[in-house]
Every structure is written in C-alpha cells, then in structure tokens.
C-alpha cells in the first residue's frame, strides 16, 4: 500500500469567508451541496477543503484550544514555472486579501519564493524552484 495524500483540510473562523478569498484567489468550488457547512476545491491533483475550526477539532479528536497563534509547522505550496509567474500569483494574493509574510525574493538554491498567509494565518509559499518540472496542467513532477 502506498500512501496518496488527496484532501488537505483546513480549519476556519468563517467558511463563507474563507471561501470567497479562495475563490477570489483563483480556485474553482465544487460540491456546492454541502452549502456553507463545508467548502471543496480542486487544487492541481489534491482537493483542498475548508471546515469550521471547531468542528475538524472536534471531529479528528484533538484540543479545541488553546488554538495556536503562530506558526503551525507547516506550509501550503504553489509551484510555478517562472520567478515572473511568482510575483503575478504573489501580487493576486495580495490583492484578494492574503497577509503578507515574506515578498519573493531569490533564494539559497537558486530558486525564487515568496509566503504570504490566508485570512486564517494558514502559510502559503509561491515558489519557482530549479529542477521541479510542472505537467502541462500545473502539477508538480518531482525527479528522480
């Protein structure tokens, strides 16, 4: 058995919120039945769902509070194919009302990356990095 990561789950303040900064970032809803209890997008290959903080603590078992105010340990990505492509996504982000961590910039590995955080302070990364290919429809293909 091999393990496929296809749903990430965030937990929001506000699902009718959240939802329309990510469609205004760009990401197509589906599953529109379950109304504004939970929302679903397709993400490039990963559906990414949004669900009231409360409710996905509940559900998966874990402490409600305290709810952590910085960083979470993790990091959402969006590979893109140039460092212009960073700054166009960085810039739409911006302006959809995502928080502004980092600006893009080159990095250490030869690569160009900026962060930037959603209305929940979950921690998106837009980066260009040297040696990731992208599929004709935008997903990343890792080499060997």
Not at 116 to 136: I, N, Q
């Amino acid at each position: 058995m091999s393990p496929k990561l296809t749903a990430v789950t965030l937990g929001v303040k506000s699902v009718p919120a959240s939802a329309r900064f990510y469609e205004a970032l760009g990401l197509q809803r589906k599953v529109r039945a379950t109304g504004d209890e939970i929302a679903f997008y397709e993400a490039g290959g990963v559906v990414l769902a949004l669900w009231d903080w409360n409710k996905l603590a509940d559900d998966s078992v874990v402490p409600i509070d305290p709810r952590p105010q910085t960083f979470r340990g993790s990091t959402l990505a969006w590979n893109c194919a140039s460092a212009e492509e960073v700054d166009a996504i960085f810039a739409h982000a911006l302006k959809v009302g995502a928080g502004l961590l980092r600006k893009p910039e080159k990095t250490e590995y030869g690569g160009y990356r900026g962060y930037f955080s959603d209305p929940d302070g979950h921690v998106w990364e837009v980066v260009h990095a040297p040696g990731f290919d992208l599929t004709s429809d935008g997903r990343l293909a890792l080499p060997d």
